[in-house]
T-cell receptor
Framework: GAVVSQHPSWVICKSGTSVKIECRSL??????MFWYRQFPKQSLMLMAT?????????EQGVEKDKFLINHASLTLSTLTVTSAHPEDSSFYIC????????????FGPGTRLTVL | RKEVEQDPGPFNVPEGATVAFNCTYS??????FFWYRQDCRKEPKLLMS???SGNEDGRFTAQLNRASQYISLLIRDSKLSDSATYLC????????????FGDGTTLTVKP
């Protein structure tokens, strides 16, 4: 149980385009979903916390207008990287929590974004 | 000082060795603690939760010391498949309940 999927698993795009990444909890309802970014040889950095039906809470230094998060249902959250640039190239990982933000998180397989 | 600090590693051990990782956290209000493993270019996978009473899962033992604010992970009889990066994760109300990840400790088990 507690499976989280992400789509796409990898994407290559030109600079200036927008990329949408989907995160789905397949067999449970996730009240809270998290979006992380991981650069090579670095740890996961939390970008934002997403609660169903409300606005996402962004971490300091993360531009909310650039990284649009929508948590439309208890099983789906999306992250849109708007006007992507090469420095946005990274491994984006979502996670979902079964109950509250202090509970165990289950991670999606990640999306590797390369912006040319 | 980082909120969560781990042994820098890397740890290179032979098969069958016992290896221990430590992790310290700065927020005394932290509520829950986990060890994850992350393979190269993959997502983190939950290894085990960590409790004050200590918990064991096969060759893996995790321990929490709230007084000293550190958690540990012990791996006995290391296997080649244990090679990975081990992430210490701390959740706490002091940070709005969010998860804070350590930078990870890389383990390589050699034949």
């Amino acid at each position: 149980g507690a499976v989280v999927s992400q789509h796409p698993s990898w994407v290559i795009c030109k600079s200036g385009t927008s990329v949408k990444i989907e995160c789905r909890s397949l067999d449970f309802q996730a009240t809270t979903m998290f979006w992380y970014r991981q650069f090579p040889k670095q740890s996961l950095m939390l970008m934002a916390t997403s609660n169903e039906g409300s606005k996402a809470t962004y971490e300091q230094g993360v531009e909310k207008d650039k990284f649009l998060i929508n948590h439309a249902s208890l099983t789906l959250s999306t992250l849109t990287v708007t006007s992507a640039h090469p420095e946005d190239s990274s491994f984006y990982i979502c996670s979902a929590s079964l109950g509250g933000s202090t509970d165990t998180q289950y991670f999606g397989p990640g999306t590797r974004l390369t912006v040319l | 000082r980082k909120e969560v600090e781990q042994d820098p590693g890397p740890f290179n051990v032979p098969e069958g060795a016992t290896v221990a990782f430590n992790c310290t956290y700065s927020n005394s209000a932290s509520q829950s603690f986990f060890w994850y493993r992350q393979d190269c270019r993959k997502e983190p996978k939950l290894l085990m939760s960590v409790y004050s009473s200590g918990n064991e899962d096969g060759r893996f033992t995790a321990q929490l010391n709230r007084a000293s604010q550190y958690i540990s992970l012990l791996i006995r009889d290391s296997k080649l498949s244990d090679s990975a990066t081990y992430l210490c994760v701390v959740n706490g109300v002091g940070n709005a309940g969010k998860s804070t990840f350590g930078d990870g400790t890389t383990l390589t088990v050699k034949p």
